[in-house]
């Protein structure tokens, strides 16, 4: 088992910045990478980013690209999300999640692909 907890949500003008936080725990070293998802009032899930614990390339949804970073501390076993120039848009629940392994080329945006998943943490963008 994997726990995942999420933190750094909260209140941020457009334009701010935020840093979300999902700290690992269990069976981490099962893990192949972590995403993070979001889900705003009245909407679906929707992938944001996602990283593999190894390494490599980094994935984004194109409405978060230049804006938002994914970065991961392996020692600390804690993935990041930097968002940046933050739009009221942004405002959502954000889950961040861990997945054992890859199927396909867009394994990193599919939800079923993900094995845990943390419990949300609020981010508001006020305009």
């Known amino acids: 088992q994997v726990q995942l907890v999420e933190s750094g949500g909260g209140l941020v003008q457009a334009g701010g910045s935020l840093r979300l936080s999902c700290a690992a725990s269990?069976?981490?070293?099962?893990?192949?990478?972590m995403g993070w998802f979001r889900q705003a009032p009245g909407k679906e899930r929707e992938f944001v980013a996602a990283?593999?614990?190894?390494?490599?390339?980094?994935y984004y949804a194109d409405p978060v690209k230049g804006r938002f970073t994914v970065s991961r501390d392996n020692a600390k076993n804690t993935v990041y999300l930097e968002m940046n120039s933050m739009k009221p848009e942004d405002t959502a629940v954000y889950y961040c999640?861990?997945?054992?392994?890859?199927?396909?080329?867009?394994?990193?945006?599919?939800?079923?692909?993900?094995?845990?998943w943390g419990q949300g943490t609020q981010v508001t963008v006020s305009s």
């Open positions: 990283i593999p614990w190894s390494g490599g390339r980094t």
């Open positions: 999640a861990a997945t054992k392994v890859s199927y396909g080329s867009t394994w990193y945006k599919i939800e079923s692909q993900y094995n845990y």
């Open positions: 269990g069976r981490t070293s099962s893990m192949y990478a």
